[in-house]
């Protein structure tokens, strides 16, 4: 059975950013299947078109819109194009982020015989730093602006971040992406307090290590097989796998439907394979 049919969501708006993207556009996939209309956020139109199409094919309802989450006038537009559209916003799912090579060191502990051409703490590149943040931290804060100011009073209205076990205990070598994802964290908790009295939930999935296109470069070689990185994260991961995009669908059902978690406001459920409960010993 799928369980995404155990879910009605009959004419709520849910609007995905980052949409185009391999999870989130598996999740827009199975979210549509719960009746509910779809508005799929991306800076990459064709890539949230596709994702569209397949769902409008299957029966489902959406449409894309291309979406630049750090211009707020652009977001301000798109959420009069969704509304015209579908209607206001219901559920918000904050996918938007990613890394950079820009804001990432070479090595995963400085050491005393470092060659000159390595990329250390020291050579991170500022612009790269940045561009990081702002697209984890300000991605997901300007979208919510927007689009929570026409949930206030909304029955059943919720937001759902994607956080990352970097909130938790930060990754080597990527310490603007560590840093925003615990920002995210941190946001959630604060908007789960601000938005209390006036109906509106907010709780983030922290997924473990799933592959992606943004990872798969740092998870396997050129014959598929596991890379060093990639053996240290299967070894720190109790299960011994790495996740399916498919392994944070219940987490999410579970979330924007009110009918199951009307009272749970202000978390961050890991969906990691047990790492983060895991010391290595």
Sequence with gaps: MNISENHNLRDKVIVITGAGGVLCAYLAKELAKTKAKVALLDLNLESAQKVADEINTAGGIAKAYQ????????????????????????????????????????????????????????????????????????????????????????????????????????????????????????????????????????????????????????????DGKPTARANKILTNTPMGRFGEPEELLGALLFL??????SFVNGVIVPVDGGFSAYSGV
């Design 67 to 222: 979406t630049n989450v750090l211009e707020l006038d652009n977001i301000k537009a798109v959420r009069d194009q969704i509304a015209a559209d579908f209607g206001t916003c219901d559920i918000l799912i904050n996918g938007a982020g990613g890394n950079s090579p820009k804001a990432t060191t070479d090595n995963e502990f400085h050491t005393f015989d470092l060659s000159d051409s390595t990329k250390s703490f020291f050579e991170l590149d500022k612009s790269g730093i940045e561009f990081v943040f702002n697209l984890n931290y300000l991605g997901t804060l300007l979208p919510t602006q927007v689009f929570a100011k026409d949930m206030i009073g909304k029955e059943g209205a919720n937001i759902v971040n994607i956080s990352s076990m970097n909130a938790f205990t930060p990754l080597t070598k990527i310490p603007a992406y560590s840093g925003a994802k615990a920002a995210i964290s941190n946001f959630t908790q604060w908007l789960a307090v601000y938005f209390s009295k006036v109906g509106i939930r907010c709780n983030a999935i922290a997924p473990g290590f799933l592959v992606s296109n943004q990872n798969r470069a740092l998870l396997f070689d050129n």
């Design 256 to 261: 924007v439907d009110s009918q199951y978690s």
